[in-house]
């Protein structure tokens, strides 16, 4: 266990033993004694029973070694890789119809949007990539076929897990879909 921990001192605390001054020493023996008296320091805090008690003997710790203590900063969500995320203000702006499919939902969800198909194209694998008449492109994710044609109605639903189910107005069956922008 003290092993572990010295070994957790030396990569990690690098930082602490500058606060402490253990880099400044010239002195191999004298280095390495300060690094154990880290490494008892925080052994120290890792005997403390009760949570609270071994947070603020590590905050005290910090403080000692130079290093104030700063709050986490707060958790962000992931940007979807393939698509840039649109503006902010743009957003704002957009009614619920623009905004449908974008990876960040608003406040004002809808579950469906209807709209004529203006123009299809496709991948070297058959699957397509539409846009609709309102501008919004989604492309077909599913590896079956599903035929559609420019000036068809469609209309595409929220599904499980975030995902969205295309279907061609009087024909059966759907086809999972991805929004592209």
């Not at 599904?159 to 024909?171: K, M, P, T, W």
Request: with cysteine; charged share 20%.
């Amino acid at each position: 266990m003290r092993a572990t921990l010295l070994l957790l001192t030396l990569i990690s605390g690098g930082t602490y033993a500058a606060g402490f001054g253990c880099t400044n020493e010239t002195d191999q023996r004298a280095r390495l004694a300060c690094y154990d008296q880290l490494a008892e320091a925080i052994a120290q805090c890792a005997g403390q029973n009760d949570q609270l008690d071994r947070l603020l003997c590590y905050d005290q710790f910090s403080e000692v070694a130079g290093r104030p203590v700063s709050p986490a900063p707060a958790p962000q969500t992931a940007a979807p890789a393939k698509a840039p995320a649109p503006a902010p203000a743009a957003v704002a702006n957009a009614s619920p119809e623009a905004a449908f499919g974008l990876a960040e939902p608003r406040a004002e969800t809808i579950e469906t949007i209807t709209s004529p198909i203006a123009k299809i194209s496709k991948d070297p694998y058959g699957q397509w990539t539409i846009t609709l008449a309102n501008g919004q492109r989604w492309r077909q994710t599913e590896s079956r076929s599903y035929k559609v044609k420019s000036g068809q109605l469609v209309t595409i639903e929220r599904a499980a897990l975030g995902s969205f189910l295309l279907s061609v107005e009087g024909r059966g069956g759907t086809t999972r879909v991805k929004r592209v922008d």
